[in-house]
């Protein structure tokens, strides 16, 4: 499927006014569908309740870049101790793409649950941190790291037909107000409470990988390990980060190598 084909989410800031706070929100339900249409190419398939904790943490990172300026590039990985796992979900809104996927093997048992993030600037120095947290709800994970790293009161609400909202202190907040908010509140913020249109960006789920972006990881290893894993002729590649699964020949790599330049 190519990212023409692909149904964006579109996510909408507003600012409220006489709380100050940021609000973000956003319908997922065709976003969700190119995640499953992706789930069947590539036959990859979760247990329920890990499907909803990817789905939940790509919402959450969704409406995390939306509010953040537009040339960062996120990535979160969020490791749970039980059950024993790691999430991985990642973005960018100058490319407008979000992604994720889920790791169960070979995962190294930390004793305890962490949110590791890594952001990415033009020009800056990436900048990392890590928490841990409590739980495996992803929304009160993502809440934890933004009162812990962010140092910023949020909120996150999942609401009917696979809509979020977030809302998220700024300076000056009614923090009162966004305590209390309940999901009945949420639902009718627009009657009463002003909103102020800041504005709209739009995200597709797509990783944005191809065969070829594969081959550099292959070029990286030694010559015995290529002969083992292209022992039959055609290799079996995964992408880390969204798990899409490709099968390049071994004339295939060849003809890439020939390509590069000196």
């Known amino acids: 499927m190519s990212s023409a084909d692909l149904a964006p989410a579109e996510i909408r800031c507003y600012f409220v006014r006489h709380r100050n706070c940021l ?13 499953y249409l992706h789930l069947m190419q590539h036959e990859i398939k979760h247990a329920e309740p890990l499907d909803v904790m990817l789905k939940e943490a790509v919402a959450g990172m969704t409406l995390h870049l939306a509010s953040r300026p537009h040339d960062e590039i996120c990535a979160w990985t969020i490791h749970l101790n039980d059950p024993l796992l790691n999430l991985f979900v990642s973005g960018g809104t100058k490319t407008g793409r979000v992604i994720g996927r889920i790791f169960t093997d070979d995962v190294r048992d930390t004793g305890k649950s962490l949110f590791i993030t890594q952001t990415t600037r033009f020009g800056l120095q990436p900048q990392q941190s890590m928490i841990e947290f409590e739980g495996t709800d992803m929304l009160s994970a993502i809440e934890q790291f933004y009162t812990q790293s962010e140092q910023r009161l949020t909120r996150i609400f999942r609401l009917p037909n696979e809509d979020f909202v977030q809302i998220s202190a700024e300076p000056d907040a009614d923090e009162q107000w966004l305590t209390q908010l309940t999901e009945a509140d949420v639902l009718s913020l627009d009657q009463m409470e002003q909103l102020s249109l ?18 550099p990881m292959l070029s990286r290893m030694l010559p015995e390990d290529l002969d083992f894993i292209f022992a039959d002729g055609v290799a079996k590649v995964t992408c880390p ?22």
Request: charged share 30%; net charge positive; proline share 4%.
């Open 241 to 262: 980060r969204c798990g899409a699964k490709f099968s390049p020949t071994r004339a295939d790599f060849e003809s890439w190598k020939v390509a590069q330049p000196s």
């Open 23 to 35: 609000l973000v929100r956003g319908g997922f339900s065709d976003l969700y569908m190119d995640y």
């Open 198 to 215: 800041l504005e709209a960006r739009k995200y597709v789920f797509d990783c944005g990988c191809t065969m070829d972006r594969m081959f």
